[in-house]
């Protein structure tokens, strides 16, 4: 059946929609939601068999765990056992509520499938008025994945969630467009060092500033794990469209003729407003926007990549890094992903990507 869509003000969400919405999760169902980073599928994180739901409604695999939202008023004893080690305390002091995700022991109320029934659980308090608003009338922890088919782009609109979700889910919240676009920040707390395991809206400079002078901040994420084993969100092909995709650094696409592919019409470099190519004429440009303006580009990529798939007008999709730090690692990260981990670091490598496009042209990926 076909899920229950109510259209809500994003800043003043209305209590009648709200309980709606609330209800149906009280009694074991899912509903999708907008948060501040993506829309979420939520389900009742203590009732065992919503919380199953919420895998077969994505096809995501039992053991790739999802994160706990909680009302940034609920003591964290609700959703995590013992005490918040004093990183993690000031984390959630200062960057909460907001797109930062913690990760500490489960609390045995929480339902095993949530974290496959591992011991840690990840959580986080959400900004956003609307889920705010579905949290405290619902007074429980809502396990929420992001509301997209498993591996594919994330949600920043309702139309995105029903166009993957819209016959498996109980209740669409339709909110508008998400605040960021881009996923929260995933941190784990090793002995010593706070380990970013996901790049998202909040920065790496952020992390620094808050709990810099009590541990290290580590950055392994940047290296693509193969298998996705130490957090599956980093699985080498996650956040990518359908369309055969590339990454390439700045430097590979300045040099490279875009132009040479036979087909190039059907090439799409994805790119920025201040960084035009010399070979635009021949390839078709979409901006993402300014590199002065890098939440504008966060904001953007989501649904750039789900019209580009939709429109099916392009066969190769080339996606430029923006090689900046602060948001840019995130959206450096999902880029990469994206392309499945395929980079193109210099112009041969990218021009050899375009003559292979141009061979097997029309065969998809
Ligand atoms: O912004 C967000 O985080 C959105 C909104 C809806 O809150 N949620 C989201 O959830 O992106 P999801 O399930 O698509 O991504 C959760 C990420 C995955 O990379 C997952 O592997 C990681 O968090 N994760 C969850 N629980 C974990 C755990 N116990 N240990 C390590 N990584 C974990
Ligand atoms: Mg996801």
Redo the contacts with the bound molecule.
């Keep these: 059946m076909p899920a229950t869509r109510l259209t809500v003000d994003p800043s003043h969400p209305d209590a009648a929609s709200i309980e709606v919405a609330a209800t149906a999760l009280r009694s074991g169902g899912l509903v999708a939601f907008p948060?501040e980073?993506?829309?979420?599928l939520g389900a009742d994180a203590t009732d065992e068999r919503a919380v199953r739901r919420v895998f077969e409604a994505k096809g995501r695999p039992a053991n790739?765990?999802?994160?706990v939202?909680v009302h940034p008023s609920w003591a964290l004893s609700r959703v995590l056992d013992g005490p918040l080690p004093e990183p993690l305390r000031r984390l959630t002091e200062s960057l909460w509520p907001g797109?930062l995700?913690i990760?500490g022991p489960r609390s045995a109320s929480i339902a095993p499938s949530v974290?496959d029934g591992?011991p840690?659980?990840?959580v986080?308090a959400?900004a956003h008025p609307v889920a705010l608003a579905l949290l405290d009338a619902t007074d429980r922890p809502v396990a929420?994945?992001?509301a997209n088919r498993f591996s594919y782009v994330?949600p920043t609109s309702a139309d995105h969630v029903a166009h993957d979700l819209g016959e498996s889910c109980d209740v669409i919240l339709d909110g508008g467009r998400t605040t960021w676009g881009i996923?929260?920040t995933?941190v784990?707390l090793d002995g010593g060092a706070l380990t970013i395991?996901?790049h998202?809206a909040t920065t790496a400079e952020q992390l620094v500033a808050a709990v810099g002078d009590l541990v290290a901040v580590e950055d392994p994420a940047t290296d693509v794990d193969e298998d996705g084993g130490v957090?599956?969100?980093?699985a080498v092909r996650h956040y990518a469209p359908e369309l055969r995709t590339v990454a390439a650094t700045p430097a590979a696409i300045a040099a490279a003729d875009l132009g040479a592919a036979a087909d190039a019409a059907r090439v799409v470099h994805l790119g920025y407003a201040d960084r035009p190519a010399a070979s635009h004429a021949a390839a078709h440009f979409v901006s993402l926007g300014s590199l002065a303006d890098l939440p504008g580009i966060a904001w953007e990529l989501y649904d750039t990549l789900r019209r580009l798939d939709a429109a099916g007008t392009a066969d190769t999709l080339i996606i430029e890094l923006t090689d900046e730090p602060g948001l840019g690692r995130a959206i450096d990260d999902r880029l990469r992903r994206a392309a499945s981990g395929q980079l193109a670091s210099t112009a041969a490598q990218l021009e050899a990507v375009l003559a292979d496009a141009s061979r097997s042209k029309g065969s998809g990926r």
Excluded: Q
């Design positions: 948060t980073t993506v829309y979420g790739d765990p999802l994160i939202h797109p995700t990760i974290t591992g840690l659980v990840a986080r959400p929420a994945p992001s994330s996923e929260s995933v784990r395991l996901r998202g957090s599956p969100g980093r």
